[in-house]
Nanobody, 129 residues
């Protein structure tokens, strides 16, 4: 059973930084993607960033240049470094993991929440104006 534990959320002012962590246990698939999604109140869950077993990374346009996804050497922990935070980044951030099957478009595959079987409990990020 895969478990994902997020940490690192909090309250920060506009322009500030936070780093989220997601520790995975029980992962058995070798071809995998791990990702961050977020959900603001009354909005749908949206893709933020993903990192694949190969090291490839993908970002939604609104966070490019501000957020960086990375992983620890053991590959069981991923991070999301968030810089230049804006009030519109306020949301609950979820870590997700899943095995990678066939795909034609890696970004589209990464951004589809249906491709992830395992989810963390979420961590709140609040950016004050």
């Amino acid at each position: 059973q895969v478990q994902l534990i997020e940490s690192g959320g909090g309250l920060v002012q506009t322009g500030g930084s936070l780093r989220l962590s997601c520790a995975a246990s029980g992962r058995t698939f070798s071809r995998y993607a791990m990702a961050w999604f977020r959900q603001a109140p009354e909005k749908e869950r949206e893709f933020v960033a993903a990192i694949w077993w190969s090291g490839s990374t993908y970002y939604t346009n609104s966070v490019k240049g501000r957020f960086t996804i990375s992983r620890a050497n053991d590959a069981d922990t991923i991070y999301l470094q968030m810089n230049s935070l804006k009030p519109e980044d306020t949301a609950v951030y979820y870590c997700a993991a899943g095995g990678v099957a066939w795909y034609s478009d890696a970004y589209a595959y990464s951004a589809n929440p249906k491709n992830y079987d395992h989810w963390g409990q979420g961590t709140q990020v609040t950016v004050s104006a």
